[in-house]
Structures are given as C-alpha cells and as structure tokens.
C-alpha cells in the first residue's frame, strides 16, 4: 500500500533527478562564491538522500520490483521510461545516496579551483549511478550506464593528481570498450524478443511459456506482473520492448524443458554482458584501469569509483547475465572460466596488493580481491552465497570508501601517498588510528564487523558447490590480512620518523562526521545484519530458482488459474491508455 | 535468578571496554577511575558467574546445555539468517537447510569451567596490572582493550553455536594484536603483533571451513544439535586407525584453528615474539586463557574427533613433539619472558596430548590448573620486571629472593606447581594426563606418548629450576646503574630493587593459593579423591561410558607412574639446582659439550628464520613481487599495447592523409588558387563592401526582371 | 503625400470603425500602393544604413529595419488578399510571426558576437573587421 503511494508520488525519479537539478540549479552560482556552492552542495546531497531513504518502506515480504514508473519514452524503437526497484537496487540506491553525501562533503577542503564544475560533475554522476540501478528498461539502462562515464571522467580528469590525464583516458576507453560489447547484446536480446513470441514456429507456446515465467518471477507482486504482461502482449504483436524483467521472464521460460534462447546464444550474450561488467567490477585480466584510476582520482572520486561504480559490475551480472541467461550462467564451461577469474581475482589481487608501495594503490587492489570474492559469491549460483555476494557490495562500499578517506585525510595533510613518508602516526593521531584500525578490520572480514558476515556467507555457499574454490577463496582471507595489518603496521605503528609528521593534526570535527555514519553502518551490519539481508533474501531467492529451478527443494509458485491470456489484454489497454 | 543474568557476563567488560575506549581520552580521567570501573566490571562478571555456578550445579547439571536458544535465558537473536542452502555433506547430501546463526550464549559444565578460569584470573590480572601499567600515557587505552578481550573471550567459550566460537576466536585474536602492539612505538611489538595475528589467521583458515563443512553436514551450527547429530553414526562414521575419512577432514580443519590459536607445531612461533606485550597481556592472554581457546575447542567438538583415529593421533603426536620442542627452546632463553613463554607452549602441548589420547577431562583440567601457575609465574615476572625498571635478561637479575620476599614465595608455589610436585595443582593434573597416556586405548602408542611426556617432565623441572636459579638465587647480577631502560620517561632507577606494591602482591597470593588448591577439585581417586572435575564435565562428552570404567579402574601401576615422575622431578629439580648454584664448572662444561645443541637451542632452531625466508619473503613476498612485475608488464602491458597500436595506427593513417590523400586535395587547391587571383582581388574583407555587391546584384536582379522579366 | 493620403482617408472613415483594423482595412481598400510605398521607403532607408554607417550596432538596426519592411509587405498583402477573398490563411501572419522570431535570435546572436568582438578588439567598427576574407 505505502509503495503505491510512494510510486505514486514518483519517488523513483525524484530519487534519480534530484542530484541532477541541484547541478542544473549550481549552474546559476556565481562561480566565484566558492562557499556558497560548497554549502549549496552539501545541504542538497543530504536533501538527495532524504527520498532514498524513504525506499526503505520496500515491501520486503512482497518481493519483486517496486516502485514502479512507467512512461512511454522514445515509442518508435519501443524504449519506455521505466523505472523501479528491488531489494538488491533499493540497498544499492541507499548506499549511493549515502556515499554521495560523504563524497560532496569531504571535498569540502580539499577542492579549491573549479570548485562549481566540480560540484556540477558529482552530482551528475550521482544521478547517472542511481538511474543505473533505477533503470527497468534496457535502454534507459545503457543511457545511464554511458551517461555516468562522462563526469567521473572530468573529475579524475581535472582534479586528479599527477597522472591524471592518463588515468582518466584509460578508465574511459576501457570503459567504453565494454559498454559497446553490452549494446551488442542488448540489441540482440531486443530483437530476438518479438522474434520469439511473434514469428517464431511455435511462438503460441513460447507466448503461453514466457508468461507463466513472468509469473513465477513476479509471484504476488501485481504491478510487477502488470509491466511483465504489457511487454509481453506488445512482443506478441511483433513490438519489440527494452524491459529487463520481460526478457527475465524470456530467459527462464522454458519449452519442453529446454531453455527458449539456444544455449550457444546465451553464451554469447554472456560473453557480451560479461565483457562490459567484467571490466566494471574489474575481474582478473581487466582489472588496470582501476588501480591508475583510483590512485590519481581526487579522494571523492576514489570514494565514488571504490564505494558504488564497481558495484555496478556486480549489480549487472545479478540483474542481467544470471536471470536473463540461466542457462549460460550456469554451464559448467562458463563457471569454470568465471570462477577462475574470480579466484584468480582474489589471490592475485591481494598478493599484488602487498607490493604496493602507494598507499592508495594498495587499497585500490585490495579492491580488486574483495570484487573477487563478490564475483565468486554470485556465481557460486546458491542462495547463501548471493545473499553474502550481495551483502559483501554492500560492505565493500563501506569499508573501502572509509579506507579511500583515511587516505584522503591524511594525503591532504602531507600530500604524498607513499607509505614509507609515514610512520607511527598513532603517536600523533590516535583518533584516526582508531578509525583505520575499524576499517582494517572491517575489510578483512572480522566478526562483529560487516565483512566477516558477507564473507562467511560467500564461503558458505561456496563451499557448497567446490570445497577447493572455498578453500582459494579462503586464502583469501588470509592474504588480505596479510596486506592490510602490513600497510598499519607500516603506517600507524613504530616511532614517528618524518619530521612532517611529528605535528599532524588529529581528525577534524568534519572528518569524523564522515568517518562516524560509516563505522557505524560496519558495526551495524557485523551485528544485527537481518534488518539488510531480508531486503534482498527474497529477491535472491526468486534470481537462484530462476537460474537453477528447484534449488534446495523449492518451487517457484505458479499462481492459481494459471496463465491466461484474457487478463492481460485489459490490462495492457489501460496501460496503454494511461502510459501514452 | 543468576541464570537471567548470564548475558552480563559478557556484556558488562564490553560495556565498560566501550565507556573506557570513547570516553577515557577526551575526559581525561584519571588512574583510579578507570581502574575501577575496568576492575569493576570484570568483578561483577565474576560475581555473577560464581551465582551461575551455583544456581547450574545446584539446579540442573548434570543436564548438559543450557542454552538461549532452548529458551534456558532470554537475549538472544538470530543473528546471520543467510538463506535456505543445500547440504553438500553426508546422508542428507542435497536436502534443504536453512542458514541462521543466532547471537546467543550457553551455560554448560565446560563453559561453566572456561567461565570461572577467564572471570577469576582475569579479575586478578586486571587488578595486577593497575600497578603494573601505572603511570603509562595508554592507561585508559590498555584498560580498555583489556577489557574488550575479557568480552571477547567470554563470548567464545560461552556462544552456544560455531559462529560464536568463531566470533570470541577472531576477536581474542584481534584483542591480542592490539595488546601485543600495545607499545607500538617498540620495533619488536609492531612486528610480534602483526605475525601474531597473521599466524592465528592461517589457522583461523582450518577452522572456518571446518566450520562451514559442519553446517554442510549437519545443517546447523548449533553446539548441542551438532553433538547430537555427530555421536549418530548415520553422519559421521567413526573411522578406523589410518583412516582419512568426513571426520577427520573436519577435525583437520579444526585442528589447524587450534594450532594457530593454541601455539602449537607448526604455528607456534607467534607466541615468542608476543611477549613484546604489556606481562599482564602475556599472563592473561598468552598463558592463562586465549591460547588455551584451542583445547576448549578441541574438547567442546571432542565428539567429531572421537570418530577419527587417526585425527586424535595426530593431535598427540603434535602435542608431544610441541611438548618437547618448546621445553628444549626454553633451555637456553635468557629473556624470562621468553622462558615462560616457551613453557606456555611446552604445557599447551600437554594439554592436546591429552586430548589426543582421549583424555578431554584431562586436557580441560591442565588447562585450569595451568591458568593458576602460569598465570602466577607470569605476574611474578612481571613484578620482576617492574623492580628491575623493564628489565627482561635473566643474565642480569639473581638474588632476588631477599629483595622480593612475597614475589619469590609464590613463586616458588609456582614453580613446584608447574614441576608438578605433589600436591600442588600441576601435579594432579600432569600426573591424569600422563596416567590417561598411559592406558589410552583410543589411539596405540599410548606408553611412547607417556614416556615422551615423562622426559617432557624432566624438561620442565630443569628449565624452571634453571630459572629460579638465574633470578631468585645466587648472587645479584643488575647493575644499579642510573641508565635510563625501556621507557625513556621513565624516572632513574633506585639503588636496589623493591617489592611490589600491595596491588600487585595481592593476585600474586591469590593465584598462590589457587595454585595450591586448585589441584583437589580434581583430585584423582588413587588418592582417595572422587574426580569431582571429571565427573562434572561428563555430560559433554561423548563414549561417556568408556571414561567411567577408566575411572574406576585404578591399580598399583597408577602409583607407581606417579612416583615415577614426582621422583624424576624432583631429581631433576635438585640436580640443576645444584649445577647452577654450585657447580658452575660443570655446568659450563656440559654447554661447550653440547655446543651445537646449545646454539640451537638459543637460535630456537632457526623455525622463525626458515619461515621467514621460505613463506613470507619466499611464497608470499616472491609471488607478490611477480605478480605485481606482472601485473605492470604483461597484463597492463596489453593495456598499454593496445593503446599504443591504436596511436600507432593512427599516425600511420595520419601520415597517409597527410602525404597521399592531402597531396591530391592541394594540388586540386593549388589549381584553384592559380585560377583564382583575379577573383580573389574583390574579397577586401569589407563587411559593406559584400553588402554593397548584394544591393546591387540585387538591384540588377530588379531591373532584369522589370525588363524582360513576365 | 502620405500624411494627406492618411487624413482623407479618416475624413472617410465611420465612427464606429475607428480603431486599427477598420483603418487599416479602410485604407487597403484603397488599394495596396501606400503599403508598398511606405516598405520600400523602409527597405531603403535599411539598405542605406546597411552600407554606409561604420558602427555595427547601427547596422544591426538597420537590418532590423530590412526585416521590419518585409513584414510590412507580408502583413499587407495578406490582408489585401483576403479582403478581396483571394486568399482564406494567414500565411503572411505566420511567416512575420517566424521572421521577428528569427530577427530575436539573430539579433541575440549577433549581439554576443558584438560583445565578444568587443572584448577582443576594443571596437564595433565593422571597417576595422575584415576578417571576412579568409
């Protein structure tokens, strides 16, 4: 009852573009006012998260997509503006409206020139990271996708460090290499939609198929269904559609038990959504855009890049390659190489990691080994896994957004991110030395802090599948004490021996206003983790029946009466009269 | 009413670890109210554990487990609910099970025990160490810290599921880095730290996938369901000798958790190096309570390692071989810290002797009786080391014994203790376990382990001689010099070492008497005792029965094995005492004869070394450095390679523009330009000009049309 | 001549339709000659201003003068067709509509190309400009 009236309200979109009017809004600023822009920017990166925060009223025990809006958009290619929310998007939407008020705030002192296009270009981003994972129709999805590249290259771009130029090139082509492979496949996917359910031989069965499909996925959820059948009904009239959930229902729709998308098309598809995430999250061999584009961002876009950007991989094999493509996912060729990449990812990462001389670069691969361990989790393809997948890209963005600060704090106190210019900093900062100390912890999975929680449940799962993947992941575990109780030592431990350092000031007032909501969230989810895990349980569990049916003994329920084609059709004609 | 309370027990240090940790720095409080409320805190976890004993013993043992989950008391939560998952393991390979821990706490005999070892010497040490640490600028912060442990510990031999385990397992770990590295300005404790915590993480390794294979076998990580579930042969078989089946791939797992945690054969070269820490740490975490983790886990899963053999085997022989080495190590330290420490290591090794025999009672019994004298032998070196202002090098001590008269006395309760000098606690409980080796019928070889345990007693008896002898006795070796130690803003030395105050003497005199009494709870019944301990801890044991007889049967042999030792240690005692009291020659004479040894020995047989070349900067450090030459080169490089063939062939595009294609365009320009200089005589550039061309043209226009236009 | 044209015609004109349209309807009925007249004068006095003054502002005016004239022309025509029921649109009012439309934005445009001149070369004298060349 309260999501309808909240969808009523739009509160998608106003979540979505209300970053976006505040830059509209910036750009009337004299630009010459620094503070004023600054407090301008500030007060509407808190007013951006006040709406996100009413998201939490997700029905969880409803499931499904929420929130739903839906116009018609660019109706000669069929492209709607669709937009809404599961539980796995509404925890990542939260996420990003939090970490975007941490990063506006903590370029407070830290950007001085340009400081309105700054302000401009972060909330742009804002918008272009919420609409990803806002966005119900592949179209809007790519529009997004593309349109988010653009200010996070600026800002690493202008106010990044020495190597900024090369970094920001690197991030952007690389990027783009990926997103171009992705169109690919999503067009392939909306061709072959009305392909099937229109000209296809048997296109009456596959019709009958795929909304039984719809469905099982929407299960109780109405408005879900609703959007399903719409697109559905237009398909079966040869109109081809961009809906995520509608090509869901394709993909696990079967016909005599055999999936409607070929298996060799589904690998292919695979491969080409697997391209542009995979460069995303980073995997294994894709993963040098991120070390040179964290290392040389300004700290809130390292903050961004590390806290939700990379989440956008993960998020895209959750929501694309594994419920459009069961069949591909989980084929034991396609796992073999996802699993080897993800482990490789880990290992690789972290030992890579402890070479690091550059404090930053190093908790940039730190990164590339606990991405590693989401991938593993997601493609373990088992309920406890994915939760703890899913769980874990919640963690990630808190821990090491706070660890991307602590380098910010005191990159801005000495401008140098070698870690041999600190030593014992305990001395002279101990407030700081806490708060590193928690975020160490965090990020290599102590219980009672959030990392241990994702990390157990992946390994969990994991283990359920290969005991040998659990025991390279938990190695993991080990290495990346290893690297981060090192990089501490080395920093935090010992006597003060630069004398820079001797007269460091310990965290400002504004420092642990940012430091303070993330320890809490990491002790908050260590502890009491149901209250975040029931948001995305159900969905995960509809994502592992859709790709492996019959999990653990379950059943997606089909609802009573069955697939009736009577329904839909007036359903679809006051959608049509009410959308146009 | 107790029973209500048990989830204070626990909460009350974390409580106060919380109160001391946020608000003992901006406050500025002083020395006085922080001890009291870190000490309080724990006093009332003792209290309130001493009322659960009560109540449990009184009201419901011998039930076995009393748990929140069964509603025996409130607060508890569900904790992780991870979802439905299949089992992977065992008859029910395949089937559902749903993931949820649940935060919450059990009251058993064995955490009963656990519980009053980590309350009673914890308060003790806690009230030690307002002494010992006075005057540091940390104190709030190594209050704290301390009492976070005290939390974390609790919670690991109270939780009532693995998970929880795991939780107080990780924590005690992360409570020992930080105190270890309490002193992090000091190289050796930033490094003892992190290798503490980097060992313990390896093990950790074992435990948690054991773990997580035990929710794949039984789906649930409840202590008393596993229990129940594992004693059902349908689950677990038990395996024969030589067998490597399901039981001993999970106790492999648990067993290198304990390793780690307990210092054991091959990962026990963390606990040297933690000495680096504040004593009380080393007493309370690094002998009395945290390192023992490892046997209350081995005892608390006693029912999974009962079915493999082959699993308990291995644990006696690491137990042995530990036993030994560390006893050997200890010969030549000269840091009494370090002696002591090797001797942890050498008496933990005792304990999983005696778990891997099969002797659990036993094992947990050492465990109790150890806390009281090594504790004690630890705040006594502490109490040392505050007289002789952090000095450590037993080279440059002797002759103690007139200086420190309360100090010494328990000390010597101590020491006859750990030789095991009837009827002192370590007495009783070395003699069970060597007696249990003995007759062991769960794994052959039981006498070997005896006899390996009987030497171990030889060791002992001669290291810890050795070391009264290098502190206590003699005469005075510190030089009263004015030269600042340890600390630099420390005041200047006295002239002569002086007691301990009162703060620090009086746990010093309560762990003597415990250490004198301790022994009789479970005084054995060849002496005429009852095995009140061992009765006490039945219920949580599986093959119950089989103890039982053990118990009953008792002959000569059993005297005479006690004999054996108690005269071996005693000659022992006496002949070192006289090679380092009045036989110096000899003594000297037997080191150049045994040189080889003897540097090896000191060097602790090079294990930190080996491990260092071969694992961290050989595996570890080499594979890093590779990956990292790789990770620029080969996999950046293609990066890099692909952008450079992208700018390459866009030069090379860019020249065949400029010379070929552009060549053809200019020559057609220059053409044009060679045609067009009349032309270009007409462009002035003139804005009016043009303007005045198009009114005339246009005018033209008009006029041609007015003409011949229609 | 015009002025005298102007009177006569008011002398001529009822009461009841004096306002602007009757007016200019009473004139159109007169015939179109005027109109064109008076837009011609316009068109020539733009054109004039166009090619001999010096100041860009001016000529901007000027042009708009030009402009204003072809207005004229198409208002008049407009309405004298359609009192003579040659023509039932207002295709003239449409295309006038879209070149003051046009005239704003190009005077927006030419104005920032002004001032940026201006900010350039300290001047808006267009002899000075002959930039056009190349």
Redesign the interface.
């Known amino acids: 009852m309260n999501e309808q009236i909240l969808a009523q309200y739009h509160i998608l979109t106003i979540v979505t573009w209300l970053p976006a009017v505040g830059a509209i809004i910036l750009l009337f600023f004299d630009k010459r006012r620094k503070a004023g822009i600054r407090l301008f920017a500030n007060l509407w990166a808190v007013l951006c998260l006040i709406p996100a925060l009413f998201l939490v009223t997700y029905d969880r025990h409803l499931g499904g997509i929420q929130f739903i809006e839906d116009v018609n958009w660019i109706p000669q290619i069929g492209a709607r503006y669709q937009l809404g929310v599961d539980g796995i998007s509404v925890v990542l939407i939260i996420l990003t409206a939090l970490i975007g008020v941490i990063a506006v705030y903590c370029s407070w002192d830290y950007i001085q020139d340009r400081v309105k296009e700054y302000y401009i270009l972060l909330l742009l981003l804002q918008t272009g990271i919420l609409g990803v994972f806002a966005s119900m129709d592949m179209f809007l999805f790519y529009v997004f996708w593309e349109v988010m590249l653009v200010p996070m290259y600026f800002i690493i771009g202008v106010w990044g460090s020495e190597n900024r130029l090369y970094a920001a090139i690197k991030f952007f082509l690389y990027t783009l290499v990926g997103s171009v492979v992705m169109l690919l496949a999503i067009l392939k996917l909306y061709f072959i939609f009305p392909e099937y359910l229109s000209q296809h031989p048997r296109s009456e069965e596959i019709l009958r198929s795929v909304t039984v499909a719809a469905q099982m996925i929407s299960g109780e959820n109405e408005s879900m269904l609703r959007m399903i059948q719409f697109a559905i009904d237009r398909a079966a009239n040869g109109l081809p559609t961009f809906n995520i959930m509608a090509m869901q229902a394709l993909g696990t729709a079967r016909l005599d038990g055999q999936p409607v998308i070929p298996l060799d098309l589904q690998i292919w598809l695979f491969a080409g959504f697997f391209l542009s995430f995979a460069i995303k999250v980073p995997m294994f061999p894709f993963h040098t855009w991120l070390p040179d584009a964290h290392t040389e961002a300004p700290t809130a876009g390292s903050v961004i890049l590390a806290g939700i950007l990379l989440k956008l991989g993960t998020y895209g094999f959750v929501r694309f390659n594994l419920p459009i493509l069961p069949d591909a996912s989980k084929d034991p060729r396609v796992i073999q190489v996802m699993v080897f990449l993800a482990i490789m990812g880990i290992v690789y990462g972290a030992l890579v990691a402890m070479a690091q001389r550059d404090w930053k670069r190093l908790v940039a691969y730190s990164s590339v080994s606990h991405m590693g361990m989401i991938m593993l989790g997601i493609f373990a393809l088992n309920e406890n896994a994915l939760n703890g997948a899913v769980l874990q890209m919640l963690n990630h963005g808190i821990s090491t957004s706070a660890l991307f600060l602590i380098v910010g704090v005191v990159y801005e106190r000495r401008h140098t991110r070698l870690i041999a210019d600190y030593s014992g900093l305990s001395h002279v900062m101990p407030g700081f030395a806490a708060v590193f100390m928690i975020m160490t912890m965090s990020s290599i999975g102590l219980p009672m802090l959030n990392g241990f929680i994702g990390e157990f449940l992946i390994l969990r799962g994991v283990f359920e599948e290969n005991k040998l993947w659990a025991a390279f992941a938990a190695t993991g575990i080990v290495l990346g004490a290893g690297y981060m109780l090192w990089l501490y030592q080395r920093t935090m431990f010992g006597q003060v021996t630069h004398e820079a350092n001797k007269k460091l000031p310990d965290l400002y007032k504004r420092e642990w206003a940012y430091f303070l909501p993330l320890v809490f969230l990491a002790f908050w989810i260590g502890l009491y983790p149901k209250p975040v895990l029931s948001y995305f349980s159900k969905p995960v569990e509809i994502i592992v029946q859709q790709v492996r049916p019959g999990y653990a003994g379950k059943e997606l329920p089909i609802r009573a009466g069955g697939p009736s084609r009577k329904r839909a059709v007036p359903i679809a004609a006051r959608h049509a009269n009410s959308g146009e | 009413m107790f029973l209500k309370l048990v989830w204070l027990i626990p909460a009350l240090p974390l409580l106060s670890a919380a109160i001391l940790g946020i608000f003992g720095r901006p406050l500025r409080w002083s020395e006085r109210t922080i001890s009291w409320i870190a000490c309080g805190s724990v006093f009332l976890s003792l209290v309130i554990t001493a009322g659960v004993f009560v109540q449990y013993r009184a009201a419901h043992w011998p039930e076995p487990y009393l748990t929140s989950e069964a509603g025996g008391f409130p607060h508890s939560f569900v904790w992780v609910p991870g979802g439905d998952a299949e089992l992977s393991l065992g008859p029910r390979a395949g089937q559902r099970a749903t993931f949820r821990a649940e935060w919450s706490y059990q009251v058993d005999p064995l955490s009963m025990v656990m519980m009053v070892v980590v309350t009673l010497v914890g308060f003790l040490i806690h009230v030690f160490a307002i002494g010992y640490m006075r005057g540091d600028g940390g104190f709030y912060r190594f209050f704290a810290e301390l009492n976070l442990f005290m939390f974390m510990m609790l919670t690991l031999v109270m939780g009532s599921n693995f998970l929880m385990l795991f939780v107080g397992w990780e924590g005690v770990g992360l409570c020992s880095y930080l105190l270890i590295g309490y002193w992090f300005h000091r190289a050796d404790a930033k490094a003892a730290s992190m290798k503490a915590f980097i060992v313990n993480r390896i093990g950790d390794f074992g435990f948690l996938l054991a773990m997580i294979a035990v929710f794949s076998l039984f789906g649930t990580l409840q202590f008393t369901e596993v229990m129940r579930l594992a004693a059902d042969e349908a689950y677990l078989p038990t395996e024969a000798f030589g067998m490597f089946g399901m039981a001993s791939w999970i106790a492999l797992g648990l067993f290198i958790g304990a390793t780690g945690k307990s210092a054991q054969i091959p990962l026990y070269v963390w606990l040297p190096d933690a000495m680096a820490g504040p004593t009380p740490v080393s007493a309370l975490i690094h002998a009395a309570t945290m390192v023992t983790a490892g046997v209350y886990m081995l005892t608390r899963t006693n029912v999974i390692f009962m079915k493999s053999p082959t699993m308990m085997f291995v644990v006696a022989v690491i137990g042995a071989a530990t036993l030994i080495l560390a006893a050997v190590i200890a010969f030549a330290q000269t840091d009494i810290k370090k002696v002591l420490a090797y001797s942890t290591i050498s008496q933990l090794g005792y304990m999983f002797l005696a778990c891997g025999v099969g002797a659990f009672t036993a094992g947990i019994f050492h465990l109790f009786t150890h806390a009281f004298f090594k504790a004690l032998l630890f705040l006594g070196a502490g109490s040392i080391i505050i007289a002789l202002h952090h000095k450590q090098d037993m080279r440059e001590m002797g002759g103690l014994k007139s200086y420190m008269p309360v100090t010494y006395w328990t000390f010597v309760i101590a020491w006859l203790a750990i030789c095991g000098i009837f009827p002192l606690a370590g007495f009783v409980s070395k003699d069970e376990i060597l007696w249990r080796a003995f007759t062991t019928e769960v794994i052959p070889g039981g006498r070997w382990f005896w006899f390996i345990g009987l030497v171990g007693v030889a060791l002992t008896a001669f290291y810890m001689t050795r070391l009264m002898a290098l502190t206590f006795w003699g005469s005075p070796r510190f030089v009263p010099s004015t030269q600042a130690h340890g600390l630099s803003d420390e005041p200047a030395p006295h002239e002569e070492p002086r007691e301990s105050p009162k703060v620090m003497t009086l746990p010093l005199i309560a762990l003597a008497v415990g250490t004198a009494v301790a022994g009789f709870v479970g005084w054995p019944p060849a002496l005429g005792g009852s095995h009140r301990f061992e009765r006490w801890l039945n219920p949580v044991l599986y093959r119950r029965a089989t103890n039982a007889e053990a118990m009953a049967h008792h002959g000569a042999t059993e005297y005479i094995l006690m004999v054996v030792s108690t005269l071996l240690a005693a000659m022992v005692m006496a002949a070192a005492y006289h090679l380092y009291i009045h036989r110096k020659q000899t003594l000297q004479a037997i080191v150049e004869a045994i040189r080889p040894l003897y540097i090896a020995s000191a060097r602790k047989f090079w294990v930190d070394e080996f491990y260092e070349s071969v694992f961290v900067r050989g595996l570890t450090l080499g594979f890093s450095r590779v990956f990292w030459r790789t990770d620029t080169r080969v996999v950046d490089g293609a990066v890099n390679g692909s952008a450079w063939f992208t700018r390459f062939s866009s030069r090379l595009s860019g020249w065949s523009d400029l010379f070929i294609v552009d060549m053809i365009v200019n020559a057609i320009g220059f053409g044009l330009r060679v045609f067009s200089v009349a032309f270009r005589a007409a462009q002035t550039g003139f804005t009016q000009n043009y303007a005045l061309v198009i009114t005339f043209g246009l005018l033209i226009a008009t006029a041609a049309y007015f003409i011949w236009g229609s | 001549m015009v002025t005298e044209a102007m009177w006569t015609v008011l002398q001529q004109v009822p009461n009841q339709a004096r306002t602007w349209q009757g007016f200019i309807d009473a004139l159109l009925k007169k015939g179109i000659n005027d109109f064109i007249l008076l837009s011609f004068l316009l068109f020539a006095i733009g ?1 004039a201003g ?3 003054r010096r100041n860009i502002l001016i ?1 901007f005016m000027s042009i708009e003068l030009i402009l204003n004239a072809a207005n004229l022309n198409f208002i008049a025509f407009t309405r004298y067709w359609q009192m003579s029921g040659r023509l039932s649109e207002h295709m003239g009012h449409v295309f006038t509509i879209f070149i003051i439309v046009v005239a704003a934005a190009e005077a927006v445009i030419g104005l920032g190309i002004v001032i940026a001149l201006y900010r350039n070369r300290q001047t808006v004298a ?2 000075e ?6």
């Open positions: 054109v166009v090619l001999t000529i267009i002899d400009i002959d930039l056009l060349k190349w």
